[in-house]
C-alpha cells in the first residue's frame, strides 16, 4: 500500500507547511537516526524514511506557502538554457543558483533525484539539468560513482575501510579482486527513485595513496562529510 502524505510528514516529522528546504533537513535528519549503519539504526525504518521523501517531493505545495521572488541584478547578462547542478545536490537535492537573459540571478530548490536531461521550469524560462563533475565525484546516469584513495597495501591485500558518502559513512569489506578492478559497488546507494528514474548504485573508484599521516583521502572525506552536514 502506498504511504500516505500525512504519513509521510509524520515519519519525518515535517509539519503540513513544510517547504523543501524544510522536508531536506527533516529527511536528513531521519535518515541518519534509522540509518541501518548507526546504533540503533534500522533497515525497514530507513527504507520508510526515504519513502517518505520522495512522496512529499511530489505532493502539491501547500496553498499557504507563498514562494519569494528572484533578486535580480543590475547588469544583463546572457542566459544558459542549461542549468548546472554538481554531482552532490543531484544526489540529496539543494539550492543552485542560475541568471536568467533579462539580468535576473535565481535561486532554484531542487529535489533529490535530479538526473541530466531533465527540465527545470523558472517563470517562462525552460532549463535542462546538466549534472557537472569535479573529478572526484560524478554522476552517470542513475549512478554515483566517487574516488577514494586507499593505501597501496590495503590495495594488494584487502581489508575494511570506512568511506564518507552523501547518505552518511559506509564501512566497506575491500576484497583482492575489488582492490585488483580498482571498483566496488555499493546496491542501491546512489541517486535515489524520482519519476521515471530507477534507483540508481554507488560506485567507488579506488586510487592508490601512498601519503601517510593527516593524506589527502582523509581531507577528502571530510570534505565530503562537511558537504553533507551543510
Known amino acids: ?4 502524505a500525512k504519513r509521510a510528514r509524520e515519519v519525518l516529522g515535517a509539519g503540513p507547511l513544510a517547504g523543501p528546504a524544510e522536508l531536506r533537513r527533516a529527511f536528513r535528519e531521519a535518515a541518519k537516526r534509522a540509518h541501518p549503519d548507526r546504533k540503533g539504526g534500522d533497515a525497514e525504518r530507513f527504507r520508510e524514511v526515504v519513502e517518505a521523501y520522495h512522496i512529499l517531493q511530489t505532493a502539491p505545495v501547500p496553498r499557504d506557502r507563498v514562494s ?22 543531484a544526489m540529496t537535492g539543494g539550492k543552485v543558483e542560475h541568471r ?6 535565481v535561486k532554484i530548490e531542487l529535489p533529490a533525484g535530479m538526473r541530466a536531461g531533465d527540465t527545470v521550469r523558472v517563470g517562462e524560462a525552460e532549463l535542462e539539468v546538466a549534472i557537472r563533475g569535479d573529478g572526484e565525484m560524478l554522476v552517470r546516469g542513475d549512478d554515483l560513482w566517487i574516488t577514494v584513495k586507499i593505501e597501496p597495501r590495503l590495495l594488494a591485500e584487502g581489508g ?31 541517486l535515489p527513485t524520482r519519476g521515471r528514474h530507477r534507483q540508481g548504485h554507488l560506485f567507488l573508484r579506488l586510487a592508490a595513496d601512498s601519503a601517510t599521516g593527516d593524506s589527502a583521502a582523509r581531507a577528502q572525506l571530510r570534505r565530503f ?6
Open 68 to 89: 519569494q521572488p528572484p533578486a535580480t541584478v543590475s547588469r544583463p547578462v546572457v542566459s544558459s538554457p542549461t542549468l548546472s547542478v554538481p554531482p552532490l545536490i
Open 100 to 105: 536568467l537573459s533579462d539580468g535576473r540571478r
Open 1 to 4: 500500500m502506498t504511504m500516505s
Open 160 to 190: 575494511r575501510i570506512a568511506v564518507e558518502t552523501p547518505l552518511g559513512r559506509r564501512i566497506v569489506w575491500l576484497t583482492k579482486k575489488a582492490g585488483e578492478r580498482g571498483l566496488i559497488r555499493l546496491v542501491s546507494q546512489g
Open 225 to 230: 562529510a562537511a558537504a553533507w552536514a551543510a
